[in-house]
């Protein structure tokens, strides 16, 4: 009966995400921070029985506890330094939601805006901060009076990071969201995630007229950050 | 690049929890419920070197993923009838946080009391809802603002489950109380895991005089439910 602590567990992916981010780049650094980053979570069969899925649509949020797959190969570090404290400080794994940790677990909480059954059954989420093609190893309604603390206390992370108040669209920019078959609904993506500033902190205050390229949602989105804004240069097609 | 989504993740115990309880029967249904549930989160090489855990003591809460270990052996479930519903309707696993899930991985919010660096490196915790010898593959600081979703809707399991009034211990329960190193402690435990009333659903308004028993800190605890109150019997040792 006894368990060996020491002994490895193995796991696997009962979903897998998909999402508009098709880089590490521009991630936002929480889930819930960009609502318009719209995805779906697809189960994967033996995991993907409807039975499975009643009563979820009851819930407003889920968790998701998911790998940093395409962080492995790069091994995990004892000690990290978050974006939040302007990348210099240096803060134990333990005390980060680094990707880099022992397991590469993640944990993300996102707002479920459908249960999709049909043909196979999924559910979309907004708010998502995953790389897309992100295995999924567990999902759990999100249980209000256990799972929200309010009065937690976030050490270096308590509050929401700050967000530019302006992202411009220039000539060009608009021009190719023109062209996509839902305009409103990337302008809104690029805007959420431009707002948050997805520059290195290192890069911050040096270059201002560096360009910044991510890919997002199968467009190439090139800006760069002005004084009182940031510029959208254009949304080309992604490279394969 | 591509990741196989179907292929299998090893992890591994990342730490090791000891808890005062020792057996199923009694563990609160979610975390938080029982602030006197006091226990540790041990870290295990080569994940408890001191370093990895430096930031962590200003965060008021921690995240623990585990694994419902004693659980595995019997499989997960498709359905399970959740204890808030009577024990009687029927939702999906992915509806639920039943430990009879695919991968048999648990989440829970705690309280960091305390971060402990000598003789081993330790995290002192309260309010857990895990029973000794959890194994624990992750820790993570509790971030207020991703974490605690204030408009959440949480379908059947909205609202903390209700509590007995009163939790009352007879002569020999003091006796036995009066015997243990701490009895204030103990009795405060006691005393909140029985206002929640443990009894499977199915046995709740049937058998009133039916005697329970369960294995606390050390200690065979047993009680029986009466209709003001819940009478607290005696805290005899536990058997080996």
């Known amino acids: 009966m ?36 719209v995805g779906e979570v697809r189960l994967l069969p033996p995991y993907s029985d409807p039975a499975m899925l ?13 790998q940093f ?25 333990w005390a980060s939601r680094s990707p880099f940790r022992p397991n590469f677990l993640g944990l993300s909480v996102v707002r479920l805006l459908e249960v999709v059954l049909q043909p196979e059954p999924l559910l979309r989420v907004a708010g998502i901060d ?7 190893f567990d999902i ?11 009065d937690a206390q976030g050490g270096f992370a308590h509050t929401s990071p700050g967000r530019h108040a302006v992202v411009r669209f220039c000539a060009q920019a608009e021009q190719d969201l023109a062209a996509l078959p839902d305009p409103e609904r990337m302008r809104a993506l690029v805007s959420e995630v431009l707002a948050l500033d997805p520059r290195p902190a290192y890069r911050r205050g040096a ?3 560096r360009l910044y390229g991510m890919r997002l949602a ?3 989105v090139r800006w760069r950050v002005l004084a009182d804004a940031v ?10």
Chains 1, 2 share one sequence.
């Open 69 to 93: 797959d395409r962080c492995v190969s790069q091994g995990w570090r004892p000690r990290v330094r978050p974006p939040r404290l302007g990348g210099n400080a240096e803060v134990g794994v």
């Open 130 to 136: 995953l790389l897309d093609r992100t295995p999924v």
């Open 54 to 66: 009643t009563g979820l649509d009851g819930f407003s949020h889920i968790w998701l506890i998911f």
């Open 140 to 150: 759990k309604p999100y249980i209000p009076y256990a799972d929200a603390q309010r």
């Open 218 to 220: 199968g467009r190439n």
């Open 2 to 37: 006894d368990p060996n602590p020491e002994s490895a567990v193995l796991i696997e992916p009962v979903a897998l995400v998909r999402s508009p981010f098709e880089e590490k780049f521009g991630i936002p650094r929480q889930p819930g921070l960009v609502e318009a980053a």
């Open 231 to 240: 510029e959208v240069l254009d949304l080309g097609p992604a490279d394969d």
């Open 207 to 209: 270059e201002p007229d």
